[in-house]
């Protein structure tokens, strides 16, 4: 009520002749509540599947994949009756926002798949842009030599959605001694004096701070291989696209829009592996050494 009030204020004031909503996760939807109210046009862009699910990375508490179709299935246990009411209540709240707004935008035809399926009509398609970090600088790029560990790189962060667990899993699982050494992007830490090492089944595995937007170039001319397990559906898959660009190995689930860069592409890249699939990865992975070499 407090942000409905002052964005009902902050409208009038400035007389804005349309609003577009990005990701209001922690806003609320309350700012698109005041404009209805101001009879204010408002466009929405899904970056992510909030609109349809508690759980905007349609992945459960237990690691579970959610129907976004079914409102109460992000639930994992039998919800009880006030679960319900509010999971009911949620929807029809945020579904009658969404049927007002004049434009209801995808950033990708995956996920535009993914919105028609919960039951969300007319959403139409704005791919997403990335920035290229290919390098430009020569002395950061490096020889690359058999006795010199592959360098293999997860963005995502250590959430369950992103598949953190699966690749810790997989390296756990797959035969030691390979010629590989891991980085692990850690939200949790601040700085660089943050970062860490730790060995999982002998790789040695380093976790690091997030890298500023500015530096990223620098930090994939570093890596050889970026891995994306991700289990949810990905909307659009930045991280992939930018790998990519930087001539990267990519090892990437087909999971919604984040491995179209690599099936739409005449030429391998990367390897396609199905979601949530420990196998997949422990062969994708193992595979590095070799697949990297006819890269190169």
């Given at each position: 009520?407090?942000?409905?009030?002052?964005?009902?204020?902050?409208?009038?004031?400035?007389?804005?002749?349309?609003?577009?909503?990005?990701?209001?996760?922690?806003?609320?939807?309350?700012?698109?509540?005041?404009?209805?109210?101001?009879?204010?046009?408002?466009?929405?862009?899904?970056?992510?599947?909030?609109?349809?699910?508690?759980?905007?990375?349609?992945?459960?508490?237990?690691?579970?994949?959610?129907?976004?179709?079914?409102?109460?299935?992000?639930?994992?246990?039998?919800?009880?009756?006030?679960?319900?009411?509010?999971?009911?209540?949620?929807?029809?709240?945020?579904?009658?926002?969404?049927?007002?707004?004049?434009?209801?935008?995808?950033?990708?035809?995956?996920?535009?798949?993914?919105?028609?399926?919960?039951?969300?009509?007319?959403?139409?398609?704005?791919?997403?842009?990335?920035?290229?970090?290919?390098?430009?600088?020569?002395?950061?790029?490096?020889?690359?030599?058999?006795?010199?560990p592959i360098k293999i790189c997860h963005i995502g962060g250590m959430s369950l959605h992103k598949g953190y667990q699966l690749l810790r899993r997989?390296?756990?699982?797959?035969?030691?001694?390979?010629?590989?050494?891991?980085?692990?992007?850690?939200?949790?830490?601040?700085?660089?004096t943050d970062e860490y090492d730790a060995s999982w089944n002998g790789y040695p595995v380093r976790f690091i701070a997030p890298v500023p937007m500015?530096?990223?170039?620098?930090?994939?001319?570093?890596?050889?291989?970026?891995?994306?397990?991700?289990?949810?559906?990905?909307?659009?898959?930045?991280?992939?696209?930018?790998?990519?660009?930087?001539?990267?190995?990519?090892?990437?689930?087909?999971?919604?829009?984040?491995?179209?860069?690599?099936?739409?592409?005449?030429?391998?890249?990367?390897?396609?592996?199905?979601?949530?699939?420990?196998?997949?990865?422990?062969?994708?992975?193992?595979?590095?050494?070799?697949?990297?070499?006819?890269?190169l």
């Amino acid at each position: 009520e407090d942000i409905e009030a002052f964005c009902s204020q902050f409208f009038k004031d400035e007389k804005f002749d349309l609003i577009q909503c990005h990701c209001c996760q922690i806003l609320t939807a309350s700012p698109l509540v005041a404009a209805q109210k101001l009879d204010i046009p408002y466009e929405i862009i899904m970056h992510d599947a909030w609109w349809m699910s508690e759980e905007q990375f349609l992945v459960s508490p237990a690691g579970r994949l959610i129907n976004p179709a079914d409102p109460l299935d992000h639930i994992d246990d039998e919800p009880c009756e006030e679960e319900k009411s509010d999971a009911y209540a949620r929807r029809e709240s945020l579904y009658t926002i969404l049927a007002g707004a004049d434009r209801r935008i995808a950033v990708s035809a995956a996920f535009q798949k993914v919105c028609e399926s919960a039951g969300i009509s007319d959403v139409v398609v704005q791919e997403n842009q990335f920035t290229s970090m290919a390098n430009t600088d020569p002395q950061t790029k490096r020889e690359r030599s058999d006795k010199i560990p592959i360098k293999i790189c997860h963005i995502g962060g250590m959430s369950l959605h992103k598949g953190y667990q699966l690749l810790r899993r997989a390296v756990h699982s797959m035969q030691p001694g390979l010629n590989l050494e891991f980085t692990v992007v850690d939200h949790r830490l601040s700085t660089k004096t943050d970062e860490y090492d730790a060995s999982w089944n002998g790789y040695p595995v380093r976790f690091i701070a997030p890298v500023p937007m500015d530096e990223m170039n620098l930090f994939y001319a570093s890596q050889e291989v970026l891995v994306a397990p991700s289990i949810w559906p990905e909307s659009f898959g930045l991280v992939t696209r930018e790998a990519l660009s930087a001539r990267l190995w990519v090892i990437a689930s087909n999971s919604g829009a984040l491995a179209e860069p690599l099936l739409n592409s005449e030429s391998p890249h990367g390897t396609v592996v199905r979601p949530n699939e420990l196998d997949d990865l422990i062969q994708a992975l193992t595979d590095c050494p070799h697949r990297l070499r006819e890269h190169l």
